[in-house]
């Protein structure tokens, strides 16, 4: 088991981050025939597909996705002797985590195509996408400041404070999601 346990967690983690992207793409509507959206649809469906059946969709939120991301890593850890009310945390604890580092990624991925691109890639409009729902809220509560948008540098550094704070309230459990 101590040979395949690295194996078994990079695939339970890669399958849980493409639910969870998965279900942030369906909450933000990117378009679903670029090929991310595509390659996730296909990735994702023949999991997806009969628990959408029993749990669905409400306001975008594509529950099932998600419910499958926090078994996948309930299973793991107790595959590897958690308790189960642990893992259960850890699981919902990991999607959690995933979709924070989505987010920051994704801004930061903005932030830096900004300077090089400036709107003209395709791939712009995804990530525009991706992050626009965060960032308009943002944008609300901060004052106008003219052409500078100072939203993408507040989404980071407060992804970066409430993963501080989880970690502080969760410790290892935090750690290991």
Known sequence: MD?????ISIVISFF????????????????PYIPISQTLM?????????????I??????????????????????ILFGVDVPRAVLIGLLSVVKTFGQILFFTTLIRALMSWISQGNHPLDYTVAQITEPVLKW????????????????????????????????????????
């Open 3 to 7: 040979v395949l346990a690295p194996i």
């Open 16 to 31: 849980g981050f493409v639910l969870v992207l998965r279900a942030w793409l369906q909450f933000c509507r990117v378009d």
């Open 42 to 54: 296909r990735l994702t469906n023949p999991a997806v597909i009969p628990v959408s059946k029993l």
């Open 56 to 77: 669905p969709t409400v306001k975008g939120i594509n529950f099932a996705a998600l419910l499958i991301a926090v078994g996948l890593v309930t299973f793991q850890f």
């Open 138 to 177: 943002i944008r609300k509560i901060l004052p106008r400041t003219g052409m500078l948008d100072f939203s993408v540098m507040v989404l980071g550094f407060g992804l970066l404070l409430i993963n501080s704070g989880l970690y502080r309230v969760f410790g290892q459990l935090w750690a290991v999601a």
